[in-house]
């Protein structure tokens, strides 16, 4: 089984900077791609992913956090990161992280996500 554990939430002020880490482990033998997606508060809110990042390094954003967020990974700890800067209380949501993964000797990809982590932006 493969793990996957977000951190890094709390309070921020409108304007402020956060960072979300995720951890992930487990038997896998690649990480082939990375999201991170944010479900809001209330009724009715979907998860979506809001920053991809692919193994050979594409990235890619939602036009609501482009140019205000970055993913990055960090291959020899396995780990994925979310910079946020500028933020708004439109951010305010709870993130996740996804991974899509390669099982030693299995040719299928695998997807896991995290329990997510929350952020609220105060205005």
């Known amino acids: 089984q493969v793990q996957v554990v977000e951190s890094g939430g709390g309070l921020a002020q409108f304007g402020g900077s956060m960072n979300l880490s995720c951890a992930v482990s487990g038997a896998y033998t690649s990480i082939e791609t990375m999201r991170w997606l944010r479900q809001a508060p209330g009724p009715g809110e979907s998860r979506a992913a809001v920053a991809v990042l692919t193994r050979s390094g594409t990235t890619r954003y939602v036009d609501a956090v482009a140019g205000r967020f970055t993913i990055s990974r960090e291959n020899t700890e396995n780990m994925v990161y979310l910079q946020m800067h500028n933020l708004k209380p439109e951010d305010t949501a709870d993130y996740f992280c996804?991974?899509?993964?390669?099982?030693?000797?299995?040719?299928?990809?695998?997807?896991?996500w995290g329990q997510g982590t929350s952020v609220t932006v105060s205005s």
């Open positions: 996804e991974v899509d993964v390669r099982r030693p000797g299995l040719p299928e990809i695998y997807s896991y």
